[in-house]
């Protein structure tokens, strides 16, 4: 059982700053990758940026140059620094959590929002 727990949404002008930040609860040992999915009204769900054990990043093409995602891998943590921010990053942000096994696990928070405002 993973439990995630997410802090750090809120409400921001065009062109500032926020950093989220999600803590796992349990172990996500061996093989995984922690990362932030968005989701905003009338769209799909997408990766905004992903980063495994290993350290390999992953970034939505929207977000690269503004974003950045890090590990804190004895904290189990993961934040996202989100700097420049536009109106349409504007969404729910979702921190996830995938472990590798024979399956894949995969771990959901709750959600927390994000709104950029023009």
């Known amino acids: 059982q993973v439990q995630l727990v997410e802090s750090g949404g809120g409400l921001v002008q065009a062109g500032g700053s926020l950093t989220l930040s999600c803590t796992a609860a349990?172990?996500?040992?061996?093989?995984?990758?922690m990362g932030w999915y968005r989701q905003a009204p009338g769209k799909q769900r997408e990766l905004v940026a992903a980063?495994?054990?290993?350290?390999?990043?992953n970034y939505a093409d929207s977000v690269k140059g503004r974003f950045t995602i890090s590990r804190d891998n004895a904290k189990n943590t993961v934040s996202l620094q989100m700097n420049s921010l536009k109106p349409e990053d504007t969404a729910v942000y979702y921190c996830?959590?995938?472990?590798?096994?024979?399956?894949?696990?995969?771990?959901w928070g709750q959600g927390t929002q994000v709104t950029v405002s023009s």
């Open positions: 996830n959590v995938k472990i590798q096994l024979v399956l894949q696990y995969n771990y």
């Open positions: 349990g172990s996500i040992g061996g093989l995984n990758a």
């Open positions: 980063i495994t054990s290993g350290g390999s990043t």
